[in-house]
Structures are given as structure tokens and as C-alpha cells.
């Protein structure tokens, strides 16, 4: 978290406060959300590799900061 809140100095200010934050909804990044973060398309997508195996951002439902600074990503269902 430390190191976190260090790289992104906004995301620092906004954790312990507030609710979630939704940064992707459907494959979309909101940009003004991520940069009132401090979270980048980059930051997202890492994420999403990491947890999921996303390498696209349009197959990204939603992805939310948490409070805690972790991004959570949830994957779009694009069928069979």
C-alpha cells in the first residue's frame, strides 16, 4: 500500500476515504475517474493480466479501485 500511495500520490489521499471506484465499465476506461486516482489504462491492464489473463481492454466488464488501492477486475462474458 506504502508503495502504492508513493507512485500514485493521489491514490494516497483517497484511500481510507470514500467508496470504490469504478475506473473500466464495459471495455470503456473512465478516464476522469481513473485520473482522480491517479490510475492509468496501463495500471488497469496489469491488473487484468494478472488476475484474470485479460490482454484487452474491451473484454474488461468492470474495474473498480478499491479502498485498500488493489485493482479488481471483473471480465465481460463474450459468450462460447
Known sequence: LAAASSRLPRLGTWIGGGAPLVVVEDGEMLDRRARRVGVSEADVMLSA???QGIERLDQIRLAVV???????VVPRDLGP
Open 49 to 51: 493480466r494478472k488476475s
Open 66 to 72: 478499491e479502498r485498500t488501492g488493489d485493482i479488481t
